[in-house]
Antibody, heavy 114, light 112 residues
Framework: QVKLLQSGAALVKPGASVKMSCKASGYTFTDYWVSWVKQSHGKSLEWIGEIYPNSGATNFNEKFKGKATLTVDKSTSTAYMELSRLTSEDSAIYYC???????WGQGTLVTVSS | DVVLTQTPPTLSATIGQSVSISCRSS???????????LNWLLQRPGQSPQLLIY???NLESGVPNRFSGSGSETDFTLKISGVEAEDLGVYYC?????????FGSGTKLEIK
């Protein structure tokens, strides 16, 4: 059974960074791109970027270049996304997805507040 | 960026009714490889999105066959033939032909 298990909710201060994880199981992690998607409260979905676990190659939405950093740990089948210089505009639920888009994590809620 | 315009923004249906959702793209979604990367997703309340249809008309494994997709180039339609209570939520079209990937603004399906 394929699962993407994301890390728990985070409350972070403005200007800080946050790193979240997405642990894959039930399929060959290195075979499929992992995408990250942002959903602000009550709004639609935004594609942040993607990473290919086998090589570490990445593609980004220009809007999120400099904001998001994508990495993977092949040994644990885990993808990571770090968001930097956080503002209130970064408060959202962040999803990872793979296979492509057939599998989704449960989402990580990030709240940026002092 | 490719803009996907979904209509209607909200839809109210009775159980058993058939409904359609439109998704219009600002550019052709026909890729140079001959495929058209237009998908449909459903996000039930409080849940993650779920893939229903990929590449315009291919039903994702495990998705009931009351869902169907059609269209080409810039005009696409998701049809639900006989709405069931579990179909309530927000439906999104998304395109993966052009970078960056983009999503429609969503169509909220309510059950009367």
């Amino acid at each position: 059974q394929v699962k993407l298990l994301q890390s728990g909710a985070a409350l972070v201060k403005p200007g800080a960074s946050v790193k979240m994880s997405c642990k894959a199981s039930g399929y060959t992690f290195t075979d499929y791109w992992v995408s990250w998607v942002k959903q602000s409260h009550g709004k639609s979905l935004e594609w942040i970027g993607e990473i290919y676990p086998n090589s570490g190659a990445t593609n980004f939405n220009e809007k999120f270049k400099g904001k998001a950093t994508l990495t993977v740990d092949k040994s644990t089948s885990t993808a990571y996304m770090e968001l930097s210089r956080l503002t209130s505009e970064d408060s959202a639920i962040y999803y990872c997805s793979s296979y492509p888009f057939a599998y989704w994590g449960q989402g990580t809620l990030v709240t940026v507040s002092s | 960026d490719v803009v996907l315009t979904q209509t209607p923004p909200t839809l109210s249906a009775t159980i058993g009714q058939s409904v359609s959702i439109s998704c219009r793209s600002s550019q052709s979604l026909l890729d140079s490889d001959g495929d058209t990367y237009l998908n449909w997703l459903l996000q039930r309340p409080g849940q993650s999105p779920q893939l229903l249809i990929y590449s315009v008309s291919n039903l994702e494994s495990g998705v009931p066959n009351r869902f169907s997709g059609s269209g080409s180039e810039t005009d696409f339609t998701l049809k639900i033939s006989g709405v069931e209570a579990e179909d309530l939520g927000v439906y999104y079209c998304m395109q993966a032909t052009h970078a960056p990937l983009t999503f429609g603004s969503g169509t909220k399906l309510e059950i009367k």
